[in-house]
């Protein structure tokens, strides 16, 4: 939905104290400064660190690169990548994703000419940012993104299984399927030995059971394997094979690439894509994590574009000091959100720590042995390869383009298997579209009956105008189309054909798979308004309204109802009425007759638990001339029915905010003024200093009224909050709040979520619930 901006809001003081504030209030204004550092940003720098460093130092092993390298990286990534990126939640660093592609690179080039390499690649994400060319990445099939990356965890779980078996990796996947064997006729015990433990304490630490466990739980998997790995290899395996991390003097910079400009073309876009794609995915994962933990009122969704800027200066300092090419990753980023991290004040941290502990911890990080570092790789390369990934793209009929793609990657390299599966993409889309059934069936009243299943394109126009030969002429004809598409190419063969079927005396009727007549009515009455005439009010533009009679409007919709809705519904209601009501949503909105809740959510029957009332106000507890049927609606659906999520849904040109700003204390208290009064808490926060005026796509609301409408959303998601029955389980975490401002002229709505300084009211486009209107 479009961007209203409502202001940065301080959060209310509950009803027992003053300090006590909701587990996840929206960051308060500092001063005017973005960046501040809280205490839950410390201690998740703390923990992200912890678990960057073995991973860093694992993928720097996997690729032959220098380990300092892998350092430089995670401390750049975290710092300018946490500074300049839109993500402030995505963790950045060396990546799994880009091992394959820099191990090739420096086996090629050499490790100065790949740190060339990685400069130029961040010179182009900036450019590609500034084109605002991120959403666009993004519209990849799911198939070839999801395939690349289990090609390239396939490839390195290959690479890293060398190593644990105490031998080296080869230069490519099938190089390294091939020796496998061989390197199994010749394994020694200790590098193994090693790795089997890190695996298993890498698997069974996050199940660590008691009180005891829970405590040990809060130490990141990733270093707690590497530890004990180390301990382990230090007593029984002291010949073992360890890291060994050069003097910061010998340490090499970029040089000036002297290849072949097509090889080092084809590098630059291929690390610029492998490492765009993992950021952004990772950023938008990230997204869903931080919304998941903040009980629906997320923070503000990443800027793809500044994140892919950011990633791109990020990789361009890298590779400028000599350090490993940097995306957002997905494992350090969801540590950092679970960790309870609210800003980029924790990714930035991170960085900052990973680079004291390149400088101060050298003799400690030589004693990890090399087949610990291995196995934990090994470890991420597997899980690159997702089940549910291959599940999603089985249930969509993509498999073929995944597998097409996971065996480009392995085979042939990156690019060409990004390549290779967008190709299979293409060519499996054309055959869809070409495989059309087309049936001629003779009926018993000696009419004919021609069937069209899938889509109607210019490909299938020679099958339709022979099957429609078939048909003799004068007779009468139905045709029925199941499909959702008819290109103009088949629109064009099929009227030709009906009109000079007609015009031979024979009749033709064009259905749909039910049956129904397409473009005509069920029936003549109202033939302008279809199909909106459930509610458009029987407005027409063509003639003008009936005038209306006592009950004649009411009836007339039952009617209408009864013949059209009610047979498409039965079924379900029947279901509902046996089953009982089980709606996933308490939505509380204004009894305004312009809202329609199930239009504007595209809900059915049982979806929407609906509380409507003048202003959508949602009183206090105890608050004088409170209401208890809205509490007990609350209530109800709370506890009762046990809803997933609350919105509290307001709208443009209110009646109920116009009257509330109009209002005088010499108002004679009429019901509607003393109902009203839960609405003075909005008033006063739209009037207080505290709090900056609302913003909706950019510019300030046209008037007071729409002001006070978006305030109100604020206000009464704060008052629900003080229900006993909501705070329970929003401290539970089993229970979401959303703001929602629909904008009736524009026929357009807001979703509410915070990002550093405000709360922010985002559009959402008509396709894509993530994506807000430009």
Not at 361 to 370: H, Q
Not at 421 to 438: E, M, N, W, Y
Request: proline share 6%; charged share 15%.
């Amino acid at each position: 939905m479009p961007a209203c901006v409502p202001t940065r809001t301080q959060p209310l003081a509950q009803p027992d104290g003053p300090n006590q504030q909701h587990p996840h209030p929206p960051p308060a204004r500092k001063g005017g400064r973005r960046f501040r550092i809280a205490g839950s940003d410390v201690s998740a720098s703390l923990t992200v660190f912890l678990l960057a460093v073995p991973m860093s130092l694992g993928l720097a092993v996997a690729i032959d690169a220098p380990l300092e390298a892998s350092l430089i990286a995670a401390g750049v990534g975290g710092i300018v990548a946490g500074l300049l990126g839109g993500s402030p939640l995505l963790v950045s660093g060396p990546s799994a994703g880009l091992t394959v592609v820099s191990a090739e690179l420096i086996q090629n080039y050499g490790w100065r000419t790949t740190c060339a390499i990685t400069v130029l690649a961040g010179l182009l994400q900036i450019a590609l940012g500034s084109l605002k060319t991120a959403r666009s990445a993004l519209a990849v099939s799911p198939a070839i993104v999801h395939g690349t990356l289990a090609g390239i965890g396939a490839a390195i779980a290959l690479a890293q299984l060398h190593i644990v078996l105490g031998g080296s990796p080869q230069s490519s996947a099938l190089d390294n399927a091939r020796a496998l064997p061989g390197q199994l006729a010749k394994v020694g015990p200790a590098a193994p030995l090693v790795g089997a433990l890190t695996i298993a304490v890498l698997l069974t630490w996050p199940r660590l059971p008691g009180r005891i466990g829970k405590g040990l739980r809060r130490i990141p998997a990733a270093l707690a394997c590497v530890v004990i790995a180390t301990a382990v290899a230090a007593w029984a395996a002291p010949g073992i094979a360890r890291v060994q991390l050069p003097s910061w003097d010998a340490h090499v910079l970029p040089e000036l690439p002297h290849a072949p400009v097509t090889g080092l073309v084809t590098a630059v876009i291929t690390v610029t894509l492998v490492a765009s794609l993992e950021s952004l995915l990772s950023a938008v994962a990230v997204d869903k994590l931080a919304a998941e933990r903040s009980g629906g009122l997320a923070p503000a969704r990443a800027d793809l574009d500044r994140e892919l800027r950011g990633q791109g200066v990020a990789n361009a300092v890298s590779g400028l000091l000599g350090g490993m090419a940097v995306s957002g990753g997905a494992v350090r980023a969801s540590a950092n959100v679970r960790a309870g991290a609210t800003g980029r004040a924790s990714t930035v941290l991170h960085g900052v720590w990973v680079l004291l502990a390149a400088g101060l911890l050298v003799a400690v990080l030589e004693w990890i042995p090399l087949a610990a570092l291995a196995a934990l790789v090994m470890m991420v390369g597997i899980q690159m390869v997702s089940y549910a990934h291959i599940r999603n793209v089985h249930k969509h009929r993509e498999f073929l383009v995944y597998g097409a793609t996971v065996g480009g990657v392995l085979l042939s390299g990156v690019l060409q298997g990004v390549a290779i599966g967008i190709a299979v993409a293409v060519a499996v889309a054309l055959h869809r579209l070409s495989r059309t059934r087309i049936t001629v069936q003779r009926q018993d009243d000696h009419s004919y009956l021609v069937r069209a299943r899938g889509q109607l394109t210019f490909l299938a126009v020679p099958r339709l105008t022979r099957s429609l030969a078939q048909v003799p002429q004068g007779v009468n004809t139905v045709i029925e189309l199941d499909g959702s598409f008819m290109d103009h190419a088949a629109y064009e063969a099929l009227q030709s054909w009906q009109d000079a079927h007609t015009a031979r005396g024979g009749s033709v009727r064009t259905t749909g798979r039910g049956g129904g007549r397409i473009a005509e009515p069920a029936s003549t009455a109202h033939n302008c308004c279809r199909p909106w005439t459930p509610w458009r009010n029987h407005h027409c533009h063509d003639k003008a309204p009936a005038p209306r009679t006592h009950g004649h409007q009411l009836a007339s919709g039952l009617s209408s109802f009864q013949r059209n809705t009610a047979p498409l519904v039965r079924d379900e209601l029947a279901r509902l009425a046996r089953e009982g009501q089980q709606p996933s949503q308490l939505f509380l909105t204004c009894a305004d007759s312009r809202l329609v809740t199930s239009m504007i959510t595209s809900s059915g029957p049982g979806d929407l638990f609906t509380v409507r009332n003048v202003g959508n106000l949602v009183p206090l507890p105890g608050a004088e001339s409170s209401d208890d049927s809205v509490a007990a609606a609350i209530e109800y659906a709370v506890e009762v029915l046990r809803v997933e999520s609350i919105t509290v849904c307001g709208h443009s040109g209110c009646g109920a905010m116009q009257a509330l700003l109009n209002s005088t204390p010499d108002d004679p208290p009429t019901p509607l003024r003393r109902w009203l009064r839960h609405g003075l808490p909005s008033l006063e926060r739209m009037a207080s200093r505290q709090h900056a005026w609302a913003r909706i796509s950019g510019r300030l609301p046209a008037d007071a009224v729409e002001q006070l409408c978006l305030t109100n959303v604020v206000q009464q998601l704060e008052h629900l909050r003080r229900h006993e029955s909501v705070a329970r389980r929003l401290a539970e975490g089993t229970l979401a709040l959303h703001g929602m401002y629909f904008h009736v002229a524009e026929a357009q709505a807001y979703l509410l979520s915070y990002d550093d300084v405000q709360e922010v009211f985002e559009g959402v486009g008509p396709t894509v619930l993530e994506e807000s209107r430009t």
